[in-house]
């Protein structure tokens, strides 16, 4: 249960500060329409997640979905800028080596946070239902 809390607190942290950059982001440049909701929906299902889950009660079904979402969020966008960062097609090496360590650092945050999530502590199984 320890990993799931660690989890929750991060999912918290991160959707706080997240929410902030996010914010300060649309204020400075506009983004186009669906994107910029994605952020969002990521920083709703982890801070909604991680409340839910530290409130107790809850496996963390939210939180999972959450760090899942944010996985394939960060995983586009890290292999993207490390693709154009290898491959020199990239507009300036500087921002895409800045892009792909960033976003390698929150892919790495986002694997981890998944992983403390369903990791079932003491090898616990599902009972099958009768």
Same mark, same amino acid.
């Given at each position: *249960?320890? !990993? &799931?809390?660690?989890?929750?607190?991060?999912?918290?942290? &991160?959707?706080?500060?997240?929410?902030?950059?996010?914010?300060?982001?649309?204020? !400075?440049?506009?983004?186009?329409?669906?994107?910029?909701?994605?952020?969002? =929906?990521?920083?709703?299902?982890?801070?909604?997640?991680?409340?839910?889950?530290?409130?107790?009660?809850?496996?963390? /079904?939210?939180?999972?979905?959450?760090?899942?979402?944010?996985?394939? *969020?960060?995983?586009?966008?890290?292999?993207?800028?490390?693709?154009?960062?290898?491959?020199?097609?990239?507009?300036?090496?500087?921002?895409? !080596?800045? *892009?792909?360590?960033?976003?390698? =650092?929150?892919?790495?945050?986002? &694997?981890?946070?998944?992983?403390?999530?369903?990791? /079932?502590?003491?090898?616990? !199984?599902?009972?099958?239902?009768?």
């Amino acid at each position: *249960m320890h !990993r &799931l809390k660690a989890s929750a607190w991060l999912a918290v942290a &991160l959707g706080a500060i997240g929410s902030v950059l996010k914010i300060v982001l649309v204020l !400075r440049q506009s983004e186009w329409w669906p994107f910029f909701v994605y952020d969002y =929906l990521a920083v709703f299902l982890l801070v909604v997640g991680g409340v839910a889950v530290l409130r107790g009660g809850v496996t963390g /079904r939210w939180l999972a979905a959450g760090w899942g979402f944010g996985v394939a *969020m960060t995983y586009g966008s890290f292999f993207g800028h490390l693709e154009k960062l290898t491959s020199h097609t990239g507009v300036d090496p500087s921002f895409e !080596r800045t *892009m792909a360590a960033s976003t390698g =650092l929150l892919l790495a945050i986002n &694997l981890a946070g998944l992983v403390l999530t369903l990791w /079932r502590a003491g090898g616990a !199984r599902a009972q099958p239902a009768a």
